[in-house]
């Protein structure tokens, strides 16, 4: 089993940053895929970033060159990094892990943390 710790959300102004921070813990898994995903009111899940194994990154459109996405191997970490917030990014953001346990691809989730961006 693994299990998602998330910290970093918050309120902040337009304009502003926050960082998130998602920390993986468990046995025998290897992780495949790190990311994170948005939920706001009304609106369905969506996708804000994605970080392989291989370390390429993976943005939605809404977020490139505001957004950066990485992850320490070493810690089983992953991070968001959320510069000039707009209101719209406010939402729910979930860290999702794509792994192996037990051989078995199997995907796991965080219990979110709240993004809040007044305007």
């Known amino acids: 089993q693994v299990q998602l710790v998330e910290s970093g959300g918050g309120l902040v102004q337009a304009g502003g940053s926050l960082r998130l921070s998602c920390a993986a813990s468990?046995?025998?898994?290897?992780?495949?895929?790190m990311g994170w995903y948005r939920q706001a009111p009304g609106n369905q899940r969506e996708l804000v970033a994605a970080i392989p194994s291989s370390g390429s990154t993976n943005y939605a459109d809404s977020v490139k060159g505001r957004f950066t996405i990485s992850r320490d191997n070493a810690k089983n970490t992953v991070y968001l990094q959320m510069n000039s917030l707009k209101p719209e990014d406010t939402a729910v953001y979930y860290c999702?892990?794509?792994?192996?346990?037990?051989?078995?691809?199997?995907?796991?989730w965080g219990q979110g943390t709240q993004v809040t961006v007044s305007s």
């Open positions: 468990g046995s025998n898994f290897r992780i495949e895929t």
């Open positions: 999702n892990l794509l792994g192996r346990t037990s051989g078995l691809l199997r995907r796991y």
